[in-house]
């Protein structure tokens, strides 16, 4: 006789789904492999607390919260204010102690931050003159949002043309996890500033000063949909590789540090002098320029 499936209740969340359906499964004579494996699957833990962390972020969007306060860090400030113009309680004291700690003062900055919705990006606004010249040359407005890590791309100066071309995209950088800048494009502002007559280490100074996001007004030379496909080229060093003493390579800052039996992850040798790598094991996915094999052997 066949066991029936229980019934799940209304109320029923999908950890309790899940777990249900993990007691559910039986070993089958022509499956029993993948039995075991969707129940080692759904057994992990990890992917339990995964979905009870789903089910609060449900639960929190239907009951739709909203603050109490916009301002809870004020309003500490004004209440330890009050308790130091005058003689205070050993209570008094030791409230004065939580909301003058710095951890507190953290907890209610940030409920403040979410409370007025105030952490989304302010971007720039387009330029007056965007209009205009659209009508001779497809521009484009890039718009990216980094922290203090580098841009993750290279320029070089056209001998032919005079005009600033996008050398390199580092992988794993803010340019490439854009998806909107490609090797090849035509750059024309950096900010609003144009960079037509200003020099490469001019150019590369702007773009290392702009932080929180950074405006580009680029000519494409790709389309949008291209991609590179990611090398899996391993392969361990067999010498100490310091960037900023190597005064050949094209970008000393976008270089990758080294040392002799690190595994390096070769991403991309489209440059037969400069590939792009990184270390094994590092933290760090953006990845950093090494010299080619073809270049160690001149």
């Known amino acids: ?36 494996f969707l129940r080692d699957v759904f057994s992990e833990r990890s992917l339990g607390y995964l979905m009870k962390i789903h089910e609060k972020l449900r639960q929190y969007e239907r009951q739709s919260p909203t603050p109490v306060l916009h301002s809870a860090s004020c309003l500490a400030e004004d209440v330890a204010e009050e308790l130091q113009s005058g003689p205070m309680s050993a209570e008094e004291k030791e409230l004065l102690h939580l909301l003058t700690s710095p951890h507190l003062k953290a ?26 010249e659209l009508e001779e040359e497809s521009v484009k407005i890039v718009r990216l949002v980094k922290n203090k890590e580098p841009l993750g791309a290279t320029i070089r100066r056209d001998d032919a043309t005079g005009t600033v071309i996008v050398a390199r995209i580092m992988r794993g950088g803010a340019a490439d996890r854009s998806g909107l800048v490609h090797v090849g494009d035509e750059l024309r502002e950096v900010n609003g500033v144009s960079v037509l007559h200003k020099r490469p280490d001019e150019i590369s100074q702007l773009l290392s ?90």
Not at 223 to 245: I, N, W
Not at 281 to 292: K, Q, V, Y
């Open 1 to 36: 006789m066949k066991e029936a499936m229980p019934v799940l209740t209304a109320g029923a969340g999908l950890h309790e789904t899940l777990a249900l359906l993990t007691s559910q499964l039986r070993p089958d004579a022509n499956h029993k492999e993948d039995m075991v």
């Open 107 to 132: 907890v209610l900055s940030v409920h403040d931050t979410v409370a007025q919705k105030n952490f989304d990006p302010v971007l720039p606004p387009l330029p007056d003159d965007f209009e205009d």
């Open 209 to 298: 000063q702009s932080q929180g996001s950074i405006s580009l007004k680029i000519i494409p030379a790709v389309k949008e949909d291209d991609c590179l496909r990611e090398s899996k080229v391993y392969m361990r060093a067999l010498f100490d590789y310091v960037p900023l003493e190597d005064k050949a390579t094209p970008c000393q800052e976008a270089g990758l540090p080294f040392k002799r039996g690190d595994i390096l992850q070769v991403v991309t040798q489209d440059d037969p002098t400069w590939w792009q790598a990184k270390r094994v094991g590092d933290g760090n996915l953006r990845a950093g320029l090494i010299p080619s094999k073809q270049f160690q052997e001149r």
